[in-house]
Structures are given as structure tokens and as C-alpha cells.
């Protein structure tokens, strides 16, 4: 099967730097997103709202008929609402969990695929600049990676999350003293521990939650 990639979302440089890596590797993408950064080629890509989750067995149809059977999803999209109420609170539940859920539900309907799912350290420790909501929404997607890990190896499907911290948003390096490694991380490293996990070099790895922080979460 042609390697087939399924983006969902647009966040900072780990989309555009795994958009890139995929690229030059001749391989083919599609990226959903509420609004297409510049980077995307516009036959690349899709506009979707993730808390339209009835519509996502259709979208994922439709992208297969259009463009071929998908191998692989990448969720990395980070949804954060601001000034939570009990509706917010839901809706962000729904686009940060459900969605991906759904997704999932559509990919393993097939043998022979792989997802990684982008997390954060609030999935493992909290944070002080973080809603609840948040923390719980990242702690069950490593749960959800989990459980299709489990219940579809038999299919050979295999899926994994990655927990970045300090990872550059601009061109520019950086000395960060709580970091082991005593620096912020570049987006082609994690781009490239992605691709790995969805490669057949990973081909033993599965439900597995992987930090890549300079060795931060190694620390008291």
C-alpha cells in the first residue's frame, strides 16, 4: 500500500516541519484544519471543525475515494478554550477526545496502520498555566492510544503518543536551565520521531507514551 498520511491540524511548527519531512520523502499528505496555514498545499488540504464529529466517518471517506486508502494519522492538534464554562468544557472534551476516537474508529476498520497522537506533559504532571479540563483531555488520549494499541495489534495496527516540551515556535534556539540538555528542542527532531513511530522501523512499538523533552521528566 502507498504510504498515505492524514494530518489533523495545524499546530506551530510540528505540522509544518512533519508536513516538510513528508514532502521530501515523496510521500503523500493530507492535512485537516479549520483554516489552512501557508505552508499546506492547497490540494493537501481540507477545512474541518473537530467538534462536528457526526461528519467525520464522511470526511474520512471522502479523502480515501479522492486520494487513496490512508496508512497513517497524526493527530497533532492542541484545542484550548478559554474561560471555561460547562458547555466549553464539553465542547473542548469532544474536539481534544471524541474526535480522535472517531478517527481511530475509521482507520483500524483496515489491517496494517498507525497513528501517533501529540499529547503534552499535562498528560503526566500538572501544570499551573493549565485548565483541568486540559490535563484530562491529554491523560485520556494516552489512555484512548492505549486501548487501540491493545484491542487491534492483532490486526497490526499500532498506536503511540509523543509528549513534547520546549520545542522551538520560532527560528531560534535557545539556553533553558530545567532542560538536562540545557536547550529547547527543534520541530525536525520531533518530525522525525513521528515518522519513525508510523515506519516499519517501529514495527515492535505499540501503546506507547514517549516524552521528548531534553530529559526534563527525568527530574524531581
Not at 18 to 36: A, M
Not at 40 to 68: M, V
Not at 111 to 131: C, L, Y
Amino acid at each position: 500500500m502507498t504510504e498515505h498520511f492524514l494530518l489533523i491540524g495545524s499546530r506551530s511548527k510540528i505540522t509544518e516541519s512533519l508536513y516538510n519531512l513528508l514532502k521530501d520523502l515523496k510521500i503523500k499528505i493530507t492535512v485537516i484544519s479549520r483554516k489552512k496555514p501557508r505552508f499546506i498545499k492547497k490540494n493537501d488540504f481540507y477545512s474541518f471543525n473537530l467538534i462536528n464529529i457526526n461528519k467525520i466517518s464522511s470526511l474520512y471517506n471522502k479523502i480515501e475515494k479522492i486520494k487513496g486508502e490512508i496508512s497513517s494519522i497524526v493527530f497533532c492538534f492542541r484545542y484550548r478554550e478559554k474561560n471555561l464554562n460547562n458547555k466549553k468544557i464539553l465542547q473542548s472534551f469532544t474536539v481534544n477526545v471524541l474526535s480522535t476516537i472517531y478517527f481511530l474508529e475509521n482507520l483500524v476498520k483496515k489491517k496494517n496502520k498507525t497513528a501517533v497522537i501529540v499529547t503534552s506533559e499535562a498528560a503526566i504532571r500538572i501544570t499551573k498555566t493549565q485548565h483541568l479540563e486540559y490535563h484530562l483531555s491529554k491523560s485520556s488520549l494516552e489512555t484512548v492510544a492505549k486501548y487501540f494499541a491493545v484491542n487491534y495489534a492483532k490486526y497490526n495496527v499500532r498506536v503511540n503518543c509523543i509528549r513534547p516540551s520546549h520545542f522551538l515556535k520560532n527560528g531560534k534556539s535557545k539556553k533553558i536551565s530545567e532542560v538536562p540538555l540545557l536547550r529547547s528542542g527543534d520541530p525536525k527532531e520531533l518530525s522525525n520521531l513521528i515518522y519513525f513511530l508510523c515506519s516499519k522501523k517501529s514495527s515492535y512499538i505499540t501503546g506507547e507514551c514517549i516524552s521528548i523533552d531534553g530529559g526534563k521528566n527525568l527530574q524531581c
